[in-house]
């Protein structure tokens, strides 16, 4: 039996998961007594990285606002153990080169020992995104 779950606008979509990433870091006794691992998850969105850092789209340079976003994350008291990037990794369509920028953007967060799960929009390409991450990336299920 099919189960439709009705059509959500991708901004009430955030909205809701922002909200239930804040209650699940905000219950009381969510980790185990004696647990002090972070279970807070960074939720960064639409980060549309492009090959060339000094790319603009419109008046905004994507690749200084992650670099600012990146910094703060990495010096902020409440450490998240995770970052999720949610969709449209790259700048347009996916090429190669925004992969391997973004690969250089992650390096920081991956070196602080930070889980990272990427999800891929509308603007990415999913043979680009692979062969850019190599055996990083888990293998499709069938």
């Known amino acids: 039996?099919?189960?439709?779950?009705?059509?959500?606008?991708?901004?009430r979509f955030l909205g809701?998961?922002?909200?239930?990433?804040?209650?699940?870091?905000a219950w009381p006794g969510r980790l185990p007594a004696g647990k002090t691992e972070s279970s807070t998850v960074a939720l960064l969105s639409d980060t549309h990285i492009a090959a060339d850092p000094k790319t603009m789209r419109?008046?905004?340079n994507m690749?200084?606002?992650?670099?600012?976003?990146?910094?703060?994350?990495l010096e902020c008291p409440s450490q998240p153990s995770s970052v999720l990037i949610n969709g449209d990794c790259a700048?347009?369509?996916?090429?190669?080169?925004?992969y391997q920028t973004l690969i250089d953007h992650l390096a920081p967060i991956?070196?602080?020992?930070?889980?990272?799960?990427?999800?891929?929009?509308?603007?990415d390409d999913r043979s680009s995104?692979?062969?850019a991450f190599g055996?990083?990336?888990?293998?499709?299920?069938p």
Request: a positive charge.
């Open 129 to 131: 995104f692979r062969s």
């Open 91 to 98: 700048f347009l369509d996916g090429q190669a080169g925004d």
């Open 63 to 73: 690749s200084d606002h992650f670099n600012q976003v990146r910094k703060e994350l």
């Open 1 to 11: 039996m099919p189960i439709e779950w009705g059509t959500i606008s991708r901004r």
């Open 58 to 60: 419109g008046d905004v």
């Open 135 to 141: 055996q990083r990336v888990c293998p499709a299920q």
């Open 16 to 25: 809701q998961a922002g909200l239930g990433l804040a209650t699940l870091s």
């Open 110 to 123: 991956r070196t602080a020992g930070k889980a990272t799960v990427l999800n891929l929009g509308n603007h």
